[in-house]
């Protein structure tokens, strides 16, 4: 009987911390999602949601953003992308945890590739791309700025490539930023790491708008709807156009161009326009987007 009872207070000991522990376990909040992403009336909203480590661009948040630009992105459905940020800053870069010597060459190189996967997919897209900018936007966030097609500001936003003063050039926001900007502009921000203010920003290129802080969202959303009344075959051709063109000198620019404008006319929505606006009526468009007459 006495090893009996012993054996009972063993047990109960034992499973008292087992009890705790799956208590703790059942009601610990699941991690938060690293992006947010919702969709209305053609408006994909993709939101970077890490403000306690200032929206980083970390391994995984890139493969949360890639997975959400790439999320069924040739529905008919879908026919603007927007991305945000929560918090005070838009996006601070890389996460400079996972670029130090406690990482090998391999995962750095990932970083690397993977950043730089997200940044093209956004102009491969067939859909236009905006930044809704509320805040500081650094390096690596500075290059996602300047890869989207539009770019919508507030008033507070700064933008900056300051790699250099931690010995870490930003060569991959060089990229997009060399592409968005005047050369001596681009190079006076990587040079010396100093940021630009919204209206610098918006008076170089960088950004397409700036508006104050309680109208950002309301200016966002005005430039998504009016995108989203146009044909979306003509947008993803239009928007293919114009960034293979650039990459080519001012005549084969223009073959190419000449050509896509007879092409466009092959399209549906490209017939409707025209017939719309001699006949004085609204367009219909069609749903498909390469749909041709």
Not at 2 to 20: E, I, N, S, T
Not at 23 to 46: C, F, M
Not at 95 to 106: A, G, I, P, R
Request: proline share 4%.
């Amino acid at each position: 009987m006495a090893a009996a009872a012993r054996l009972w207070r063993l047990r109960r000991r034992l499973a008292g911390p087992v009890a705790a522990a799956r208590s703790s376990s059942s009601s610990a909040a699941p991690p938060e999602k690293l992006t947010l992403r919702r969709q209305a009336e053609g408006v994909r909203s993709i939101v970077l949601n890490n403000p306690k480590k200032r929206n980083a661009l970390s391994l995984s948040m890139l493969q949360a953003l890639k997975e959400d630009l790439l999320h069924d992105a040739k529905s008919k459905e879908l026919r603007v992308i927007v991305i945000s940020a929560e918090g005070p800053v838009f996006c601070s870069g890389h996460d400079l945890k996972e670029l130090t010597s406690e990482d090998d060459v391999k995962h750095h190189s990932q970083v690397f590739a993977i950043c730089a996967e997200v940044m093209t997919l956004i102009q491969k897209l067939p859909v236009p791309v905006i930044a809704q900018v509320n805040g500081l936007a650094t390096a690596a966030g500075c290059q996602l700025v300047a890869s989207c097609d539009i770019a919508v500001a507030s008033e507070k936003s700064q933008f900056a490539t300051p790699g250099v003063n931690i010995g870490l050039f930003c060569s991959t926001p060089a990229v997009a930023l060399g592409r968005s900007l005047p050369r001596k502009v681009a190079l006076e921000m990587l040079f010396t790491g100093e940021p630009l203010s919204a209206h610098e920003a918006l008076m170089h290129g960088l950004v397409s708008k700036v508006v104050p802080e309680d109208k950002l969202e309301e200016e966002t959303m005005r430039i998504s709807r009016k995108i989203c009344e146009s044909s979306k075959s003509v947008l993803a051709l239009g928007k293919a156009t114009f960034y293979r063109q650039m990459a080519q000198d001012l005549d084969t620019a223009y073959k190419i161009t000449s050509q896509v404008m007879v092409d466009n006319l092959t399209l549906r929505d490209g017939q409707e326009g025209i017939e719309a606006f001699i006949q004085k009526r609204k367009p219909v468009w069609s749903h498909s987007q390469d749909e041709k007459k």
